[in-house]
């Protein structure tokens, strides 16, 4: 698999900007709707956006349980910020219909960092990605409360954007990247700078 074939949730949320980054990572990177584009790739990036519009989006294209189904079985995920939100085990602040796909047991925090007018860009270490810092972007970002067996914290930032407290889990912090097998999730937007090296550690792990 030299060049994995890797789709993009294309629902909703910023489709072109991870098919982008895909392909500056060596991937060839494809849009996924339908349940037979899904059986054509090697791994799936579920996007930022809205993560309860994109729950109810996956039910009206019929795309949720054949999406769980290829994740239950090991298909490589990379899910940034809404996409982080739908591989967890539990969401807080979501809407009661929501349905996460359980991909990552943890327990994940909508709109933690606050509204679209508290976004913010930092510059944050990542465990396993080198080059130094990563310069993260934070838009309406969920946090990660709990991980459980399994999951590796790749990376924290140092407290909540309005309160500067740290959040359990982590010394370092609010924990904002992590992995678990063949999961992987960030609460921010690698996508939207020229920095490939996330989708670079993703596209390693799908060819791995």
């Not at 584009?37 to 996007?47: M, S, T």
């Not at 309005?162 to 990247?177: F, K, L, Q, T, Y």
Request: proline share 7%; charged share 25%; net charge negative.
């Amino acid at each position: 698999m030299t060049v994995p074939r890797i789709g993009v949730l294309a629902l909703q949320g910023d489709v072109v900007d991870h098919m982008r980054a895909l392909e500056a990572a060596g991937a060839e990177a494809v849009p996924v709707r339908r349940a037979a584009e899904l059986d054509a790739v090697e791994g799936l990036v579920i996007p930022g956006g809205e993560s309860t519009t994109m729950s109810k989006l996956l039910d009206i294209f019929d795309m949720f349980e054949p999406v769980r189904k290829r994740l239950d079985a090991g298909l490589p995920v990379f899910g940034s910020c809404a996409g982080m939100i739908m591989l967890a085990d539990e969401v807080l602040d979501g809407r009661p219909d929501q349905r996460p796909f359980g991909a990552i047991p943890m327990t994940v925090r909508r709109n933690a960092f606050g509204r679209q007018v508290d976004s913010f860009e930092t510059e944050i270490a990542i465990a396993g990605i080198d080059g130094g810092p990563f310069r993260a972007v934070f838009i309406r970002a969920p946090w990660v409360e709990r991980v459980g067996d399994g999951v590796e914290v790749l990376a924290a930032v140092a407290g909540a954007a309005d309160s500067g407290d740290e959040g359990p889990g982590s010394p370092g912090g609010r924990i904002v990247a992590v992995r678990a097998g063949a999961c992987l999730a960030t609460s921010f937007h690698p996508e939207v700078t020229p920095d490939a090296r996330v989708h670079q550690y993703f596209v390693d792990m799908v060819r791995g």
